[in-house]
């Protein structure tokens, strides 16, 4: 999500800067930042502290915070002897020109109302990525489900969708370049609506855009997974046979206390209904270990579940309290670290055997990847990823005139040899 807002946060200021990839060059500095846990935001703030001995050095130099530690902290910021310029919350990009004259004129800039309708729907986003085959399209902004842990309701404000016309008019264009995947974010792209356009219509527009365009979307709550999402997804060949749906919690009890509006036996439905409409369909989750009141039988009960789920790949944290939600006020952070980082470890240590057993499984079979670089470890191997979202690195053929048989953004079928417990090794037929 903050990728996407960056490559927005680019495009409003294109006309008064160029962008680096050598920080120590650079006029401005935008660091956007994430509040989901304390973890991120210690990291930041390490990353802050370079940037201020850089500014030292550097007197023009501006330092500007922006995204989710914008919004949750505001003046703070201003106040603290980090040394910044520049405050701005997620909703308000677009005062950055205006903030940026007064920060030439010697005066801080702070932004951080939060907006009803901000979707920045209009804004053509400067691609960052490096492959110039996948892009990220943001489809809405904010989140009110108001899961009892976390901080994102109140960093990026209420929930809104973004009209459905000037998506698919993205996608086209994304199409005419050369892009071969787009991924659709949100919060929670489920709950997606336009007036009549629901997510599942989205995605049959998006998917109608080009047969050789795959999608994929990020993230679904398990609350909102529709069957009508499910048909839609089985019925377009070119919507990826994945589906991340984090779970957090394998115990009812702790479901009920995250507030998730869903219990095990409803989230163990919602994977029946993904199996049976596309058995090769890849499931992935996020999973909080130690919430406030965790049992020993809770945790087991999240081992038991992903052990049920067979998950292919997962997200793994500790609970990080964060001011202001409801467990913060609420609940006890009552799990003693020794603890939750044991129980994360069990998890973990789970989780990787789950996706050995899952790639494994894979080995023999036959899948269309669409080639995204050359592998990092061997020059003459290359890297692709299956409809699933899973990695197959294979060696790509050379041709008489020496040039390789498959280039970046090209499909090619391979069939599986192999595998660790992090990849897939195949052979391209
Ligand atoms: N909107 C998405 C999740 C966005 S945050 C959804 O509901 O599925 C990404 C993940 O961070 C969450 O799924 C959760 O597993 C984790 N997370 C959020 N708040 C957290 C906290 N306070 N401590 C630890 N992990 C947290
Ligand atoms: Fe946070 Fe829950 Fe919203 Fe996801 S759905 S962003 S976990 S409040």
Redesign the pocket.
């Given at each position: 999500m903050n990728f996407a807002d960056s490559e927005i946060l680019v495009s409003i200021l294109k006309d008064q800067y160029d962008t680096t990839q050598d920080y120590a060059q650079a006029d401005l500095i935008l660091v956007n930042t994430c509040s989901?846990?304390d973890h991120a935001e210690q990291r930041v703030f390490n990353r802050l502290k370079e940037f201020a001995a850089l500014k030292k050095k550097r007197p023009g130099m501006k330092l500007g915070l922006v995204g989710c530690m914008a919004e949750r902290l505001k003046e703070q910021l201003l106040d603290s002897d980090l040394d910044i310029d520049l405050v701005v919350g997620p909703d308000a990009y677009r005062s950055l020109p205006r903030l940026l004259s007064q920060v030439e004129a010697g005066q801080k800039g702070i932004d951080t109302l939060l907006s009803e309708d901000e979707t920045y729907e209009d804004i053509l986003p400067v691609r960052l990525g490096t492959n110039r085959i996948s892009a990220f399209i943001s489809i809405m902004r904010g989140?009110q489900?108001y899961?009892s842990?976390?901080?994102?309701p109140y960093t990026r404000g209420r929930e809104r969708s973004r009209d459905a016309g000037t998506i698919v008019d993205e996608a086209r264009s994304l199409v005419d370049q050369g892009y071969k995947e787009v991924t659709l974010l949100g919060?929670?792209v489920n709950s997606y609506k336009d007036g009549d356009v629901n997510f599942a219509e989205l995605m049959r527009r998006v998917a109608s855009v080009s047969p050789s365009l795959r999608i994929r979307f990020s993230?679904s709550?398990p609350k909102d997974l529709s069957d009508e999402l499910i048909a839609v997804m089985a019925a377009y060949p070119n919507i990826c046979r994945s589906i991340h749906l984090?779970v957090?919690s394998g115990s009812s009890v702790m479901l009920k206390k995250m507030n998730r509006k869903y219990d095990r036996e409803w989230y163990l439905d919602r994977i029946r209904a993904i199996r049976k409409a596309m058995p090769d369909c890849g499931i992935s989750t996020?999973?909080?270990a130690g919430f406030c009141g965790e049992t020993e039988e809770d945790h087991k009960q999240t081992l038991s579940l992903m052990e049920e789920v067979g998950y292919d790949f997962a997200?793994m944290?500790?609970?990080?309290?964060?001011p202001g939600t409801f467990a913060s006020r609420h609940y006890p952070d009552d799990i003693p670290e020794e603890v939750k980082l044991r129980r994360l470890n069990e998890i973990i240590n789970l989780q990787q055997h789950l996706s050995h057993e899952s790639n494994k499984r894979d080995v023999g079979k036959r899948f269309e990847i669409l080639v995204e670089g050359e592998s990092k470890k061997n020059k003459a191997q290359y890297f692709g990823r299956n409809s699933q979202n899973k990695v197959v690195v294979f060696d790509n053929p050379v041709l008489p005139d020496g040039s390789f048989r498959y280039q970046v953004g090209d499909y090619a079928v391979a069939e599986v040899t192999g595998c660790t417990p992090a990849t897939l090794l195949g052979r391209t037929l």
């Open positions: 989901i846990r989140c489900n899961c842990y976390c901080v994102v919060q929670n993230t709550h984090p957090q996020d999973i909080i997200f944290f500790k609970y990080s309290e964060r």
